[in-house]
Antibody, heavy 125, light 112 residues
Framework: QVQLVQSGSELKKPGASVKVSCKAS????????MNWVRQAPGQGLEWMGW????????TYAQGFTGRFVFSLDTSVSTAYLQISSLKAEDTAVYYC??????????????????WGQGTLVTVSS | QSVLTQPPSVSGAPGQRVTISCTGS?????????VHWYQQLPGTAPKLLIY???NRPSGVPDRFSGSKSGTSASLAITGLQAEDEADYYC????????????FGGGTKLTVL
């Protein structure tokens, strides 16, 4: 079955970097775009952006440019989110979520399914 | 401040019907873009509940239904059950400079 499995929780100090992985299985990885979604403690969902898994081209939402980088390793069907110069306000659960429609036909009507289980990143001194 | 507005909380007794609204604008729902709904049970990842305004994925009970009209959408849950207690989020596409995909702020459903 289609599944996304993320890496485990991370505890980092301010100023450090973190790399979260999202391993896909059960489908052709390069056929579907991957999204990243942030959920701060007690808060709602916030779309961070997406990466075209066919071309590797990332698109970042406003507020997620500069310190946030999406990348891929297609040989192991894995997407990555790297956050540098971590701040306390980066503390959140980060989810990867697959586009519902293949890249070839994707458009404005897409939804996200499935989602990874989430990775808690805690930034504290 | 979310681009899509949802009530922070709703509640209902077992067996009752509740609705959750999702209000947008002319750059998202009002522009004709589809609305999708997710259910997030405590401590778990969001799960797709309704896609394309009113379609249920396989495995989602028909107690859940979605609709859209104008600049708003609604999620209705009938025959409320204790296991429905969760956070619910709407999502749509936004054509403004604020970004592509946008979520509502979420609604906490409490089953009394």
């Amino acid at each position: 079955q289609v599944q996304l499995v993320q890496s485990g929780s991370e505890l980092k100090k301010p100023g450090a970097s973190v790399k979260v992985s999202c391993k896909a299985s059960g489908y052709t990885f390069t056929s579907y775009a991957m999204n990243w979604v942030r959920q701060a403690p007690g808060q709602g969902l916030e779309w961070m952006g997406w990466i075209n898994t066919n071309t590797g081209n990332p698109t970042y939402a406003q507020g997620f440019t500069g310190r946030f980088v999406f990348s891929l390793d297609t040989s192991v069907s894995t997407a990555y989110l790297q956050i540098s110069s971590l701040k306390a306000e980066d503390t959140a659960v980060y989810y990867c979520a697959r586009d519902s429609l293949s890249i070839a036909v994707a458009g404005t009507g897409d939804w996200f399914d499935p989602w990874g289980q989430g990775t808690l990143v805690t930034v504290s001194s | 401040q979310s681009v899509l507005t949802q009530p922070p909380s709703v509640s209902g007794a077992p067996g009752q019907r509740v609705t959750i609204s999702c209000t947008g604008s002319s750059s998202n729902i009002g522009a004709g873009y589809d609305v999708h709904w997710y259910q997030q049970l405590p401590g778990t990842a969001p799960k797709l509940l309704i896609y394309g305004n009113s379609n249920r994925p396989s495995g989602v009970p028909d107690r859940f239904s979605g609709s859209k009209s104008g600049t708003s959408a609604s999620l209705a849950i009938t025959g409320l059950q204790a296991e429905d207690e969760a956070d619910y989020y709407c999502q749509s596409y936004d054509s403004s400079l604020s970004g592509h995909w946008v979520f509502g702020g979420g609604t906490k459903l409490t089953v009394l």
